[in-house]
């Protein structure tokens, strides 16, 4: 049972890793969208192409707030739950199962 354990235990902070670099991701993003970056700039497209899949959805959902796009602190919400949820709960199955 210690190979599940120890396997569930890597799963658990691959995931804390990946989604902390996506918090990241989402955050250079938001401070980009303030200077108003070159759109034909290779970073600026890669940071589009990450974040745009999940920030679209929840922008689409969101009511207008006087023109302020809040859909990545919603994202960021959301990315905060996974981390103290999910996580956490994959780190309490491996103990679980030691």
Sequence with gaps: M?????????IGIIL???LTIYI???I??????????DPYNPIVQIL???????LAP???????IGGIDASPIVVLLII????????????????MLR
Aim: no cysteine.
């Design 28 to 37: 250079i993003r938001a401070l980009l969208s303030w200077v108003n970056p």
């Design 58 to 64: 929840v922008r689409y959902r969101m009511p207008d």
């Design 16 to 18: 804390s890793y990946l």
């Design 80 to 95: 905060f739950f996974l981390q103290s949820f999910l996580v956490q709960s994959i780190f309490d199955l491996a103990n």
């Design 24 to 26: 990241w991701i989402i």
């Design 2 to 10: 210690f190979l599940i354990s120890n396997f569930m235990h890597g």
């Design 48 to 54: 589009y192409r990450l974040t745009e899949p999940v």
